[in-house]
């Protein structure tokens, strides 16, 4: 009377367990696309090196500076480049100005939240 009960629980084991090896060993490449790389193995690009350069060198919260930020963010392509981005950013869009720098702003931050 114990025995019988007891292989009716474990009656659906041996299935779940060849399903869960045969997830375990299916290892595509999309899914491993999807994982971005860790952050020792990314790199900032020379591109982009050099529009923080143009960044920096323009005139501090200028038009010129606030455009090269922007365009910074939309070249960014991985976690230390839009890190770059939002340190970059600090302090050139000031909070009392005009609408025009304000949603310029939010432009970036828009772009670096969604990649």
């Not at 501090?60 to 340190?87: D, F, H, W, Y």
């Amino acid at each position: 009377m114990y025995a019988p009960n007891m292989w009716e629980r474990f009656r659906g084991a041996p299935v779940v367990v060849m399903a869960a090896c045969s997830l375990a060993s299916c290892d595509t490449p999309a899914r491993s696309a999807a994982v971005p790389a860790p952050e020792a193995e990314q790199v900032v690009s020379a591109a982009l090196k050099k529009l923080y350069m143009v960044a920096s060198a323009a005139a501090p919260q200028s038009p010129a500076q606030q455009k090269a930020i922007l365009r910074i963010a939309e070249k960014a392509s991985n976690g230390k480049e839009l890190l770059l981005v939002m340190r970059a950013a600090v302090g050139v869009f000031p909070a009392d100005t005009g609408w025009h720098e304000q949603q310029a702003e939010s432009q970036v931050s828009s772009i670096v939240t969604a990649k």
